[in-house]
C-alpha cells in the first residue's frame, strides 16, 4: 500500500470527462461523489477566496446540525453548483488533492457533471439558453439595421428594466455590442510566405470565435495586422460554428458534442493543410486545448487539433524564442494593468501576454492574476451579479490603486466589465491592440 499523503506535490494530471457511461448519469453516484468531494472541501477550506461555491459550501456545513457534511441537505448541493462558472483555478492553482493524488479531486468537473445531469433531467431556462446561443443570437442581432436596433435597446434604461424583470438578464451589467459589418465580412487574406520556425509553421488560421466576429470585428483587424507585421500568414478558419464552451458551462453536452462535430472536421483539415491554429478568446482556446479532448480523449483529430492549438501570444512567444519576433516599436505604452484572464491562467503556459508587451521600451506591465468575476454569464445574470462584483473587488483595488495608462485582458468581456466599474479606467484595451500600438500600425 502506497503511503498516505496529505497532500500533492506533483503536477496535476486530468483524467477524461466520462460522460458517455451509464455511471456519469446515476442521480445517486453522482450525489455520493458530491458528498465525498464536500467532505475534502470542508476539510481544507483552502478555496475560500476563489469563487463562491466554496463559501456557500462552507456556510451549509456550519449552518447544518452536525456541523458537517452529512448535516447537509442533499436538495442544497445544487447551490453549490450554481456558484461554480468552471474557470478551473481550483484544480490547477489551490487544490493539493488533485489527481495524480490518491482523493482524485477534480471539483470543476464534477460541477460539470452535476449540470449536465440537471440539464438532462430539467433542461434550462429561456434566458439561460438564449444567453448561451452566441451564434445564434449574433446572426440575428447583426443583420444590417437589426443591429442598430439592438445596440440601441441595450442601452435604453427603460428596456433594461425591463429585460431584468422579464428574463433576470440585469439591468446595470454591460452587453455587448453588434456589428452588422462582421470580422468574416470584412476579412482579407494576405499573400505572406510562411515561415516555419520552432514548433510553428509561421502559418496561422484564425478562429474567429463568436465574440471576435459579431462583437468585437476590429480586434481581429488588429491580429491580422500584429501576425502580418511578424511575417505569420494569417486567414481565416474557413467555417466555424461556437466552440461550445458556454453550452459546456451550461451543461447541455449533447449541443457541445453537435458544434465539435460542426468544427472539428473543419479544423482538422486545415492542420493536415499545415495551418497552426489560434482564437482571441482564452476560453475558446481552452475549449480546444482542454476540455474537447477531454470529452473525447481517443478521437484522433480532436487531438490533432488539440495539439496545433495556441495561445496568439504564446504563438508570439514561442517564435521570438527563435528569433523570428519583430521588436521594432516606435510607441512606448507607459504603465499597463493587465488582468489575466482565468481560461488563459489554466492553460499552463505562463503569462505570455505580460512577456512580450515587456518587450516595448518604456512598458511595464503590472500582471493581476485574480478573476474578474465575469465568467460567461455570471455577471449578467440578476441573481449572481452582487457576487461577481464581490469577486471583482482585488482586480478593482489594484486597477484603481495602479491607475495605469492603460488596462487590458485578453478576455474582452471581462475587461469590459471590469472597466465599467471603476471610474479610473477610460476604455478596457486588448493587449493585441497595444501591441498594434506600440508597432505604429
Not at 477550506?45 to 452536525?66: A, G, M
Request: hydrophobic letters at 35%; glycine letters at 4%.
Amino acid at each position: 500500500m502506497s503511503e498516505r499523503r496529505e497532500g500533492s506535490l506533483e503536477a496535476p494530471t486530468r483524467h477524461p470527462v466520462e460522460w458517455q457511461t451509464e455511471k456519469f448519469w446515476d442521480k445517486e453516484d453522482l450525489n455520493s461523489e458530491l458528498e465525498r468531494v464536500y467532505d475534502i472541501c470542508h476539510g481544507c477550506r483552502r478555496c475560500v477566496s476563489l469563487c463562491d461555491s466554496f463559501p456557500t459550501l462552507f456556510d451549509l456545513v456550519d449552518e447544518s446540525d452536525t456541523m458537517e457534511v452529512d448535516g447537509v441537505d442533499k436538495d442544497d448541493y445544487f447551490k453549490v453548483v450554481d456558484q461554480c462558472y468552471m474557470c478551473d483555478l481550483c484544480y490547477m492553482t489551490k487544490c493539493p488533492y488533485v489527481p495524480p493524488h490518491e482523493w482524485n479531486v477534480d471539483f470543476p468537473h464534477l460541477m460539470l457533471r452535476a449540470k449536465a445531469q440537471r440539464y438532462k433531467n430539467e433542461g434550462a431556462s429561456f434566458r439561460d439558453n438564449v444567453l448561451t446561443s452566441t451564434d445564434r443570437v449574433g446572426k440575428l442581432a447583426t443583420i444590417p439595421l437589426v443591429d442598430i436596433t439592438v445596440n440601441a435597446l441595450n442601452n435604453n434604461g427603460l428596456f433594461r428594466n425591463a429585460l431584468e424583470t422579464t428574463l433576470g438578464v440585469h439591468k446595470e451589467a454591460p452587453l455587448p455590442e453588434y456589428h452588422s459589418k462582421t470580422l468574416r465580412k470584412q476579412f482579407v487574406s494576405d499573400t505572406i510566405t510562411p515561415k516555419p520556425v520552432g514548433r510553428t509553421t509561421g502559418k496561422i488560421a484564425f478562429y474567429a470565435t463568436c465574440y471576435g466576429n459579431y462583437n468585437t470585428p476590429h480586434l481581429g483587424e488588429d491580429f491580422s495586422t500584429v501576425f502580418r507585421h511578424n511575417g505569420i500568414h494569417m486567414e481565416l478558419v474557413t467555417k466555424e460554428a461556437c466552440c461550445g464552451m458556454p453550452k459546456f458551462e451550461l451543461g447541455d453536452l449533447d449541443a457541445v458534442h453537435q458544434l465539435k462535430e460542426k468544427n472539428i472536421p473543419v479544423l482538422a483539415k486545415l492542420v493536415d493543410e499545415g495551418f497552426d491554429l489560434t482564437a482571441p478568446i482564452p476560453s475558446c482556446v481552452l475549449m480546444y486545448k482542454q476540455e474537447l479532448p477531454l470529452m473525447y480523449p481517443d478521437d484522433p483529430d480532436v487531438l490533432k487539433v488539440q495539439k496545433a492549438f495556441f495561445d496568439p501570444f504564446e504563438y508570439l512567444f514561442l517564435r521570438h524564442k527563435e528569433g523570428e519576433f519583430n521588436t521594432e516599436f516606435v510607441n512606448a505604452l507607459g504603465d499597463i494593468s493587465y488582468q489575466v484572464a482565468c481560461h488563459l491562467r489554466v492553460q499552463n503556459i505562463g503569462i505570455k501576454t505580460r512577456d512580450i508587451l515587456n518587450l516595448v521600451p518604456d512598458t511595464n506591465v503590472n500582471a493581476i492574476e485574480r478573476c474578474s468575476g465575469h465568467d460567461g454569464t455570471y455577471a449578467v445574470k440578476k441573481e449572481t451579479r452582487a457576487k461577481s462584483l464581490k469577486i471583482a473587488r482585488a482586480v478593482l483595488r489594484q486597477v484603481d490603486q495602479k491607475e495605469a495608462d492603460h488596462f487590458a485582458s485578453d478576455c474582452p468581456m471581462a475587461a469590459t466589465h471590469i472597466a465599467n466599474l471603476t471610474d479610473k479606467v477610460d476604455k478596457a484595451e486588448h493587449p493585441m491592440s497595444l501591441l498594434r500600438m506600440a508597432y505604429g500600425l
